[in-house]
């Protein structure tokens, strides 16, 4: 079956560090891999989009990584600020499937002065 | 300014009731989606729709119904058969490419009392 995982456990880590979140799939032929943020009790914020034939794409602080060989996908923050502090959600927009998003089931962040 | 509204932001139902939760979008927007989330599940596709008068079932719609007889409106009814509609929904829209991220609404968390 088809299946997101993301780190369940909350990422605790510092001002000013690199925060980097983990997006595995399986049994996924994606062809858009997305990222959102989430803040309690709101709705997600997309953040960025990469397609299966790109590598990496950058906006400001934000990077995204998706390599198709390991069915993973990275998302980093850098410079982390007390504000980025939220639920991250990964979502696949895979080839047949409908052009609808599967979401995962999102990492939280807590970044720590 | 575009967005997507959804009401009410709260709902209360009772026992053996049906209700209809709002969804509109002035973005024009191709796509309109309905997502529930449970805490620590993630966000599960409902019903879609890619254009007026036609919508599809997503992976738990058992005990909903939709309509979307308009570009702007995608309502959701949660209808007495779903027996564990305590949730927060979300709903969502995007361009028909799907080259693009989904605009999320604020929420409505629906309690069943």
């Known amino acids: 079956s088809q299946k997101i995982e993301q780190n369940s456990e909350a990422l605790n880590i510092q001002e000013g560090k690199t925060a980097t979140l983990t997006c595995n799939y399986t049994?996924?032929?994606?062809?858009?891999l997305q990222w959102y943020r989430q803040d309690p009790g709101r709705g997600p914020v997309f953040l960025l989009l990469i397609r299966e034939n790109e590598k990496e794409k950058r906006k400001e602080r934000l990077k995204v990584t998706f390599d198709t060989t390991l069915k993973q996908s990275l998302f980093h923050i850098t410079a982390s600020q007390p504000a980025d502090s939220a639920t991250y959600l990964c979502?696949?927009?895979?080839?047949?499937?409908?052009?609808?998003?599967?979401f995962g089931t999102g990492t939280q962040l807590k970044v720590e002065l | 300014d575009g967005g997507i509204t959804q009401s009410p932001k709260y709902l209360f139902r009772k026992e053996g009731q049906n209700v209809t939760l709002s969804c509109e979008q002035n973005l024009n927007h191709d796509a309109m989606y309905w997502y529930r989330q449970d805490p620590g599940q993630g966000l599960r596709l409902i019903y879609y729709s890619q254009i007026v008068n036609d919508f599809q079932k997503g992976d738990i719609a058992e005990g909903y119904s939709v309509s979307r007889e308009k570009k702007e409106s995608f309502p959701l009814t949660v209808t007495s058969a779903q027996k564990n509609p305590t949730a927060f929904y979300l709903c969502?829209?995007?361009?028909?490419?799907?080259?693009?991220?989904?605009?999320f609404g604020s929420g409505t968390r629906l309690t069943v009392v």
């Open positions: 969502a829209s995007r361009y028909r490419d799907g080259n693009y991220g989904y605009t």
């Open positions: 049994n996924y032929s994606p062809a858009y």
């Open positions: 979502a696949l927009d895979y080839t047949g499937g409908g052009n609808k998003l599967t």
